[in-house]
């Protein structure tokens, strides 16, 4: 089991050497994901794996991308995007260009189901979609547009429940045992690593995406985050963040009003 003082070893060096900087992260989940790397890698020790990451470069990407979270789903909570479908699309379908962010979007699955929304809506051709995650491999797949073809029935699912008009299955190809979205939704996507720990606004967004990001970090860090997508954000913008997250107790709350009862959706007022 790795103590609190490896961890603090680990986090030092990964910052030190490589400008990662997880130190404001929850440290719970953080030794968790430790351990696990080093179950699946097999590492008889912690000595042993420090090792490993300050002697082979190229294994340091599979260390950040054990460490940080990539699990995610296509129209996940269904019912927030039938709230972004209802109540969110109608009001950005009045911007003559609509920039969304989503940011600590993991392998890429909100993207897509977002730049299907849009879609569906009339919207796509006059929307740009950003996709940034701090994990370079993850933002290769999205680039790729390939799916596990065993997600789509969950995916599909997920579509129907948050209202979707077509059958799921005409926006993806299915080959072997994969499912490739159409080109046409990734024309409109732009996909970098970006660290929301490190990294400032780069542009002025209608609506921003941060889902089940900020439940990883300390409240030091998810006040900077939610600091930095106000700035990111334009006037009457939303942010949508994941079931278990909010910005109630933030410096920003009394700037934003929340649309629908349950969904994590915020509109920014001043």
């Excluded at 927030?80 to 890429?108: D, M, N, Q």
């Excluded at 190809?173 to 490190?198: C, E, G, Q, R």
């Excluded at 409240?219 to 900077?224: E, F, G, W």
């Amino acid at each position: 089991m790795v103590k609190d003082e490896d961890l603090d070893v680990l986090l030092n060096m990964l910052f030190e050497k490589y400008g990662y900087d997880f130190t404001n992260y929850a440290k719970a989940s953080l030794k968790r994901r430790v351990n696990r790397l080093m179950v699946i890698d097999r590492l008889p020790s912690f000595a042993e794996l420090l090792y490993k990451i300050k002697g082979e470069p190229d294994y340091l990407p599979h260390v950040v991308e054990q460490i940080t979270v990539n699990v995610t789903e296509m129209f996940r909570d269904p019912l927030t995007f039938k709230t972004i479908r209802e109540k969110v699309l109608p009001i950005l379908a009045t911007h003559p260009f609509i920039r969304v962010w989503h940011a600590g979007c993991a392998s890429g699955e909100e993207v897509y189901s977002m730049a299907i929304l849009l879609e569906e809506a009339g919207l796509l051709h006059k929307s740009l979609l950003y996709a940034t995650d701090l994990n370079p491999s993850v933002i290769e797949n999205i680039q790729k547009g390939i799916f596990p073809l065993s997600q789509m029935k969950q995916f599909s699912e997920n579509y129907i429940l948050s209202g979707g008009k077509k059958q799921f299955s005409d926006y993806y190809t299915a080959k072997y045992d994969w499912a490739k979205f159409d080109d046409k939704l990734k024309t409109k996507m732009i996909a970098a690593t970006h660290n929301l720990v490190s990294d400032r606004s780069f542009n002025e967004f209608q609506i921003i995406f941060c889902r089940n990001v900020l439940i990883y970090f300390d409240k030091v860090l998810q006040d900077k985050v939610l600091n930095l997508f106000d700035e990111s954000l334009e006037k009457l913008g939303f942010l949508v963040l994941g079931a278990k997250e909010n910005i109630r107790f933030s410096k920003m709350a009394k700037n934003y009003l929340p649309i629908g009862r349950n969904e994590k959706i915020w509109r920014k007022m001043l």
